[in-house]
């Protein structure tokens, strides 16, 4: 797998763009101004039919603009071949638009054999792809897409917009169609890979909370597209500018800091650990030296598995056989510490486990933690209140 940490996204200038729809007297995107930093991820928030789509479309050319023009790093691609343009521009749509009769791997494959590469580079490429995007190619290349759950297919859309390495990403509420668990993680995904590939992507979602978590920048739109504010994520719960932007930070805009805060930032602390097939004598005496009543038990290639409590430890070669536990629900570190306090919600032991590349065991996060951050966000939220008060 390639390890790229720089940035091979290029920037996205929109100048002047407007596109009326024919038959309509008033523009679904009115006279635009907008650049897109390469390597960065910009969201796009605004109301249902505020020209979110017609915006991203116009990029990718499905949509013509009726004026202004569109570059990506210093090139015009408002007169490109649009078919040529779209090999060069990754599209990611809610509920990944799969074509059902092709196999993962030729929705996979699917631009790269449109730009004529030879079967084996396609092959590999493909492999690599839904690895990178956490499913393993031998059980998945094969499969048909209706035999996927909804996140799995998202990935697979995911990988499909990868695959010939376009330095520009459209995502057009890609997630919007999953359950709440499964999008946490395709978000926590995504951010892994967004550290690797340093695309440039364009995200559009109607969830603030989305917003803040995934975009190193976010534009909040009004009808038209137009932009009421585009700003950092922090810049904008501080000071939002106005009511409309006031009304998708909603309350507790200190609070949602906690949607900024990464479980990478904080602090992990050590669970006591046991093996599958460890002896179950020495894995008692591992939670009893440090003081602990459970242990979190992992597979042969650091997966955690299931908590164990001293007393099933202590019956005889239990840890021969341990089975996944379908309840344990784990964090990853690009998760927000928002996302940790849901998962704690579900759980009954006061920690989250925390996972990193391959599920392979991190740390736990302890709800002490989390509330020191919540406190020491408060504390400053409280002095930049009475800052702006003096002022
Ligand atoms: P959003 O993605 O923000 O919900 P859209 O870009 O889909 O908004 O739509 C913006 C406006 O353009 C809406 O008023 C919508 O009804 C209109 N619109 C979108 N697509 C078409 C089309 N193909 N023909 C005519 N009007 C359209
Ligand atoms: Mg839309």
Redesign the pocket.
Known sequence: MSENSHTTGKRILLESITKT?SG?STP?VNDVTMEFAAGEITMLV?P????????MKMINRLIEPTSGRILIGDEDVTNVDPDALRKRIGYVIQGAGLFPHFTVGNNVGLVPKMLKWDKKRIAARTDELLELVGLDPADYRDRYPGELSGGQQQRVGVARALAADPPVLLMDEPFGAVDPITRQRLQDELLRLQEELGKTIVF?THDFDEALKLGDKIAILDQGSKIVQYDTPEHILAEPNGEFVEGFVGAGATLKQLTRARVRDIELHEASVAHVGDDSEIALKGVRDIGRKHAIVLDDHERPLRWMSLKELGQQNLLDNVRKDPELEAVTLNSSLNDVLDTMLTSSHGVVVVTGRRNAYQGVVRVETVMDAIRSMRAEGAASSRLGESV
């Open positions: 729809y309509q679904a605004g249902s039919g505020c020209g979110k789509t017609t915006t559009v």
